[in-house]
């Protein structure tokens, strides 16, 4: 749901070498408070979202039909690298010329929310631009903040432990839903002595999966107003990845660095990586093993803290046509040819029309959607916890004061220390 590397590695992976230079992409309008109209009464919105050049062909395609069923609405585009993205938004958010409609996540909802940037869709739901019928395992209330509907889901994605599986093989592991974090070190400590590669790339800085584990214990991240958890708790967490770093469960994190872009289980630098779902294609492309998806360990056997999480359609507050905004939200996430065009670009189709009009074919793709109905099936799905406003800014600290703790930078103290100092002033506004 935006941020730092974790959390966008659901986008940020497809991103590198993206440019603005893309055949047919046209440059954003400058009209004051959002898109424009014409005397014949044709009005034209702006559309941005971050993402790499092949996003971009996939969603002209749909823009495309859309401007087909709808010829008195016309879409300029605008996308960028996601960093790049967030920074030209806060710009136009900041003058008042935010684009109609852009791509979000769940860490912005309450951000801009409160910079009063986002238009409540639930106005155009009750004149009937947009539908909320259809959507999967309760994706339609994903955008909803405070009664407010501030943005809808395009596609939905979860953590999971992507596995190497010929190292697992090797080491004679066969992770199973409902496996205990005692089954997972277990499991750590064999693919390290069975293999000589490193069981994990580095789990302790990945804020999604460390939101997982409080929530396996009644806690979370993140609540309504702030953090979900004490000094204590983050110092227990970072003291066992520091004793995992030094015993070869983790792997080296100056080599993980001087690999990327390349993760570190394509390097063969570490046997698996928690990660989002969608994520398995990244590995096929860059790595020579064959790749799965196993389920996130529990800390009672049962209960893993998992949601679907999921990139949204959002308006601007400021836009001159909230009707042709919500008609173009309602079209890109229920028209089923939209979704045979977007493939599992976005994630896993976030309405069943959608899901149904596209069948993935190949092996990875297939086992993405297996696993998101496997946890359907298994009942563990849980609602997200609310993601306070300055909620990208403590995810982003929360990654870099990790690995710089990793690095030998920061002891486990300092860094709890230097994290909690910032995440204050954040969450402070």
């Given at each position: 749901?935006q941020q730092n590397r974790n959390?966008?590695?659901?986008?940020?992976?497809?991103?590198?070498?993206?440019?603005?230079?893309?055949?047919?992409?046209?440059?954003?309008?400058?009209?004051?408070?959002?898109?424009?109209?014409?005397?014949?009464?044709?009005?034209?919105?702006?559309?941005?979202?971050?993402?790499?050049?092949?996003?971009?062909?996939?969603?002209?395609?749909?823009?495309?039909?859309?401007?087909?069923?709808?010829?008195?609405?016309?879409?300029?585009?605008?996308?960028?690298?996601?960093?790049?993205?967030?920074?030209?938004?806060?710009?136009?958010?900041?003058?008042?010329?935010?684009?109609?409609?852009?791509?979000?996540?769940?860490?912005?909802?309450?951000?801009?929310?409160?910079?009063?940037?986002?238009?409540?869709l639930s106005d155009q739901v009750?004149?009937?631009?947009?539908?909320?019928?259809?959507?999967?395992?309760?994706?339609?209330?994903?955008?909803?903040?405070?009664?407010?509907?501030?943005?809808?889901?395009?596609?939905?994605?979860?953590?999971?432990?992507?596995?190497?599986?010929?190292?697992?093989?090797?080491?004679?592991?066969?992770?199973?839903?409902?496996?205990?974090?005692?089954?997972?070190?277990?499991?750590?400590?064999?693919?390290?002595?069975?293999?000589?590669?490193?069981?994990?790339?580095?789990?302790?800085?990945?804020?999604?999966?460390?939101?997982?584990?409080?929530?396996?214990?009644?806690?979370?991240?993140?609540?309504?107003?702030?953090?979900?958890?004490?000094?204590?708790?983050?110092?227990?967490?970072?003291?066992?990845?520091?004793?995992?770093?030094?015993?070869?469960?983790?792997?080296?994190?100056?080599?993980?660095?001087?690999?990327?872009?390349?993760?570190?289980?394509?390097?063969?630098?570490?046997?698996?990586?928690?990660?989002?779902?969608?994520?398995?294609?990244?590995?096929?492309?860059?790595?020579?093993?064959?790749?799965?998806?196993?389920?996130?360990?529990?800390?009672?056997?049962?209960?893993?803290?998992?949601?679907?999480?999921?990139?949204?359609?959002?308006?601007?507050?400021?836009?001159?046509?909230?009707?042709?905004?919500?008609?173009?939200?309602?079209?890109?996430?229920?028209?089923?040819?939209?979704?045979?065009?977007?493939?599992?670009?976005?994630?896993?189709?976030?309405?069943?029309?959608?899901?149904?009009?596209?069948?993935?074919?190949?092996?990875?793709?297939?086992?993405?959607?297996?696993?998101?109905?496997?946890?359907v099936k298994a009942g563990v799905?849980?609602?997200?916890?609310?993601?306070?406003?300055?909620?990208?800014?403590?995810?982003?600290?929360?990654?870099?004061?990790?690995?710089?703790?990793?690095?030998?930078?920061?002891?486990?103290?300092?860094?709890?220390?230097?994290?909690?100092?910032?995440?204050?002033?954040?969450?402070?506004?």
């Amino acid at each position: 749901m935006q941020q730092n590397r974790n959390v966008e590695r659901r986008t940020i992976l497809k991103a590198a070498g993206a440019s603005l230079a893309v055949a047919g992409l046209g440059a954003t309008a400058t009209a004051c408070g959002g898109g424009t109209g014409a005397g014949d009464g044709t009005v034209t919105i702006r559309y941005s979202w971050w993402g790499a050049e092949d996003r971009a062909e996939r969603i002209n395609k749909s823009i495309a039909l859309f401007e087909k069923k709808y010829p008195k609405i016309k879409v300029k585009t605008d996308f960028q690298q996601y960093t790049d993205f967030w920074k030209k938004f806060n710009t136009q958010a900041s003058g008042g010329n935010p684009p109609d409609v852009f791509q979000n996540a769940i860490g912005f909802l309450r951000k801009y929310d409160a910079k009063n940037v986002l238009l409540d869709l639930s106005d155009q739901v009750e004149a009937g631009n947009l539908s909320l019928a259809g959507f999967r395992a309760g994706l339609e209330k994903f955008g909803e903040i405070d009664g407010k509907l501030l943005g809808v889901p395009v596609g939905s994605n979860s953590m999971a432990l992507v596995i190497d599986k010929h190292v697992y093989t090797r080491a004679g592991v066969t992770p199973e839903q409902g496996w205990t974090w005692d089954d997972f070190d277990e499991a750590m400590k064999k693919i390290r002595d069975r293999t000589g590669r490193a069981g994990d790339s580095g789990m302790y800085g990945v804020m999604y999966l460390y939101d997982l584990y409080l929530r396996q214990n009644g806690k979370a991240f993140f609540t309504k107003d702030g953090l979900g958890f004490t000094e204590a708790d983050l110092t227990q967490w970072w003291t066992k990845a520091e004793k995992s770093l030094k015993s070869g469960l983790v792997a080296d994190p100056k080599k993980v660095v001087q690999v990327k872009p390349k993760s570190a289980v394509a390097a063969e630098l570490a046997g698996s990586e928690f990660t989002w779902d969608n994520f398995t294609v990244r590995y096929t492309s860059e790595g020579k093993s064959e790749y799965g998806l196993a389920p996130i360990p529990t800390t009672d056997g049962k209960k893993t803290g998992q949601y679907l999480g999921s990139l949204m359609l959002s308006g601007s507050k400021r836009t001159q046509h909230p009707k042709e905004v919500a008609q173009f939200i309602d079209f890109m996430v229920h028209d089923p040819e939209v979704a045979k065009i977007m493939g599992y670009d976005r994630g896993v189709p976030a309405t069943q029309a959608q899901y149904d009009a596209y069948q993935p074919t190949d092996p990875v793709n297939k086992a993405i959607a297996a696993y998101e109905e496997s946890l359907v099936k298994a009942g563990v799905l849980q609602p997200i916890t609310p993601h306070p406003n300055g909620a990208d800014i403590c995810e982003a600290a929360f990654l870099r004061i990790a690995e710089e703790m990793a690095l030998g930078k920061r002891s486990v103290d300092d860094a709890v220390e230097q994290f909690f100092n910032e995440s204050k002033t954040a969450l402070a506004g």
